[in-house]
């Protein structure tokens, strides 16, 4: 959760730097749903819950066109286990922990059609970026939180392109409920998706299975825009 907490404040930062006084500035925090599609899906069956964060600022002040960033991470699998080993000659319990993630860094152009349904604003978005599906095992001896040591254990970029849809309902001058479905295919690349039949014999990473397909998701937002 730290690596999401840096991120959220590197948006917060590009935020404040392009403030100004004329331009509107959007600074957006949402919870995802990932509906993984195609051999993705095959590999990796569960809706996903996750986090996204976003920054847009306006082109033009005459233009309802924005440009920005988007951050977003959700965990594809994760296996926990207690395992003996030998050290220096005794005998030691380890909790090892696996996790696959996918974190997310997209950006990304929003256009405001005049289409409103009373005081709902509707828009739409083209995006570009990557995927990173990266995959962690920490060893850690039992009763000793001290001893903590985390190892990569895969990880690769997956070029990602894609659109989506939204809406915006006005809480207030400054505050909008987002709504938003993002259909975001993505290029072939390797990553570990977890499986419950495998037996775990020295580690939990054994309770995963290496695969590769395109990494094709449809993303359901719902959030908080503050606008200024």
């Not at 600074?27 to 995802?32: P, R």
């Not at 599609?37 to 569960?46: C, D, L, P, T, V």
């Amino acid at each position: 959760m730290n690596q999401i907490y840096y991120i959220f404040g590197l948006v917060v930062l590009i935020a404040c730097t392009g403030l100004s006084q004329s331009k509107v500035n959007f600074i957006e925090a949402n919870l995802t749903l990932t509906q993984n599609q195609g051999h993705f899906k095959r590999n990796i069956q569960e809706d996903l819950f996750g986090l996204e964060f976003g920054y847009l600022r306006q082109l033009k002040l005459d233009k309802p066109i924005f440009w920005g960033i988007s951050i977003y991470y959700t965990k594809l699998g994760n296996n926990s286990g207690t395992f003996q080993e030998v050290v220096d000659f005794e005998i030691f319990d380890f909790d090892y922990t696996t996790t696959s993630n996918l974190l997310g860094f997209n950006g990304k152009v929003r256009f405001y059609p005049t289409l409103y349904l009373g005081k709902i604003e509707t828009y739409i978005e083209a995006q570009l970026g990557y995927k990173w599906l990266f995959t962690n095992t920490t060893r850690i001896v039992v009763g000793d939180s001290d001893s903590s040591d985390t190892n990569t254990e895969k990880g690769a970029l997956s070029l990602t392109y894609g659109g989506a849809i939204g809406i915006n309902i006005p809480l207030n001058d400054r505050l909008y409920l987002n709504f938003r479905a993002n259909y975001l295919p993505g290029l072939s690349v390797p990553y570990y998706a977890y499986n419950y039949q495998n037996e775990l014999v020295s580690s939990t990473l054994d309770g995963f299975d290496l695969k590769r397909s395109t990494t094709n998701i449809v993303r359901w937002d719902l959030g908080i825009i503050y606008r200024f």
